[in-house]
């Protein structure tokens, strides 16, 4: 469930072309946060609803970040699913669900997520956020 946004992404979108991928299992959400997305610049190299299908799509696409729901169909949850991409290909995630209590930030802690976002959220709030996220990995180390 997303919040209605009291304002529009006004800002200029980004050029930068930075490929994000979505795992949230709600195709109404996720087709909201995709046009969201690319009207901001980046570009969504796909929607997954399972653990599996993200996996897969993230060996095939290169993502420099995924947005991820905790609860997704299959049978892999979302921090099960932003570990593996973290061990296996070093992708970060942005955890966009209404399940981050303390225990599931624990258990996501060794991905090294690049934030929360408390559903409802608005589709500003995660624009702004992605943003964020992209400049930090793409600062250079130290």
């Given at each position: 469930?997303?919040?209605?946004?009291?304002?529009l992404?006004?800002?200029?979108?980004?050029?930068?072309?930075?490929?994000?991928?979505?795992?949230?299992?709600d195709?109404?959400v996720?087709?909201?946060?995709?046009?969201?997305?690319?009207?901001?610049?980046?570009?969504?190299?796909?929607?997954?609803?399972?653990?599996?299908?993200?996996?897969?799509?993230a060996q095939?696409e290169?993502?420099?970040?995924?947005?991820?729901?905790?609860?997704?169909?299959?049978?892999?949850?979302?921090?099960?699913?932003?570990?593996?991409?973290f061990r296996?290909?070093?992708?970060?995630?942005?955890?966009?669900?209404a399940?981050?209590d303390h225990?599931?930030?624990?258990?996501?802690?060794?991905?090294?997520?690049?934030?929360?976002?408390?559903?409802?959220?608005?589709?500003?709030?995660?624009?702004?956020?992605v943003r964020?996220?992209?400049?930090?990995?793409?600062?250079?180390?130290g």
């Open positions: 469930m997303l919040a209605p946004d009291d304002r992404v006004s800002e200029t979108p980004s050029k930068n072309n930075d490929r994000i991928l979505i795992v949230e299992d195709l109404l996720a087709s909201e946060m995709e046009a969201t997305l690319c009207d901001a610049g980046f570009e969504i190299v796909g929607i997954a609803t399972t653990g599996k299908e993200a996996l897969r799509l095939a290169s993502p420099i970040l995924a947005v991820m729901d905790i609860r997704i169909a299959g049978d892999r949850d979302g921090i099960d699913t932003a570990l593996e991409l296996s290909q070093g992708i970060r995630c942005i955890f966009a669900s399940h981050s225990d599931s930030r624990l258990r996501a802690q060794p991905a090294a997520p690049l934030g929360w976002l408390q559903k409802p959220y608005t589709m500003t709030s995660l624009t702004e956020m964020a996220a992209a400049r930090e990995l793409r600062a250079p180390p």
